[in-house]
């Protein structure tokens, strides 16, 4: 579903991640405010963006396995050692 609004308990049983480490990930800035989530009306309520927070994870994941299999340089090739 394209514009999926998840409450912090929906995406805690979605991405299988306790409530309480999500609310630390907001803390680190993992899940950006106006990116990732937003507070409708100015409220103290919280609403996920689920296709922000997919899209992002998989990002990740993909740059971790690529930084795992050797030391990205800046001309764009990988150094492997």
């Given at each position: 579903m394209e514009n999926e609004l998840l409450?912090?308990?929906e995406l805690s049983s979605r991405i299988k991640y306790d409530v309480?480490?999500?609310r630390e990930r907001?803390?680190?800035s993992v899940l950006l405010e106006g990116v990732h989530y937003f507070r409708p009306f100015g409220g103290r309520k919280?609403?996920?963006r689920w296709d922000a927070i997919q899209r992002d994870m998989t990002k990740a994941s993909s740059v971790q396995t690529i930084s795992m299999s050797g030391i990205?340089?800046?001309n764009g090739r990988v150094l492997h050692g």
């Amino acid at each position: 579903m394209e514009n999926e609004l998840l409450t912090t308990d929906e995406l805690s049983s979605r991405i299988k991640y306790d409530v309480r480490t999500i609310r630390e990930r907001l803390k680190d800035s993992v899940l950006l405010e106006g990116v990732h989530y937003f507070r409708p009306f100015g409220g103290r309520k919280i609403l996920y963006r689920w296709d922000a927070i997919q899209r992002d994870m998989t990002k990740a994941s993909s740059v971790q396995t690529i930084s795992m299999s050797g030391i990205p340089m800046a001309n764009g090739r990988v150094l492997h050692g």
